[in-house]
């Protein structure tokens, strides 16, 4: 698959995007791009890729209306048990998925975390996490982390146990990453253009880190 056209950027602070799992088309982009949106996280897969899932032609039409783009992978249902090994093999997917849709190096890739069993342990979420992070940071993609409900792990445990350097605030009620905090705060959900939307700021975190997405200059 060819690479995407556009440059990989830090994100300013203070813009507003939104993240989907609805597909895109140019019209409907530019329309978002129109009402004032900056950027767009769309779904990449667990597995193989869905028809429903970010594509390589939905993912360039969304560059060549203007909004900036990162990929975010889907999540298991409801009280999912992770393990080291699923973290790999997650982590795999979503390497191939991101290079299969064509994001360059240097792209955040997002692992959605919530809904955990609260049978599982802090120390088996950090090996799934830390896996998930090898694996796609094997391939040159920069790995972030959307910290969602019943994530398990707290603010300490966030920062100095797992492997992450940009983290994305989900709507639920989470904990902040200790020392670091973060670079992404979602903020509310609705319709938007007839497309069901969550809505998201960027902001530098305590460390001066930045979200890095892939933007079409011109």
Known sequence: MSVLTGTVQSASSGLVGFDTDTKLDLTTA???RQSGYYFCLRYISLAT??????????AQAILDAGLALMPVQHVRYAGWMPDESMGAQTGQAAA???????????VNVWLDLEGISSDATAATVVAYCNSWYDAVAQVGYLPGL????????????????????HYWHSLSIVPNVAVRGYQMIQSDGGT??????????????ASQGQVQWLIQQG
């Open 30 to 32: 530019k329309l978002f």
């Open 96 to 106: 191939d998925n991101a290079i299969h849709v064509g994001f360059p190096s240097k």
């Open 49 to 58: 890729e869905d028809d429903d899932d970010l594509d390589h032609d939905e």
């Open 146 to 165: 959307y910290v969602g409900a019943n994530s398990i792990l707290d603010s300490q445990q966030l920062y100095n146990d797992l492997k992450f350097q």
């Open 192 to 205: 938007v253009h007839g497309v069901g939307i969550d809505k998201n700021l960027t902001q530098a975190d």
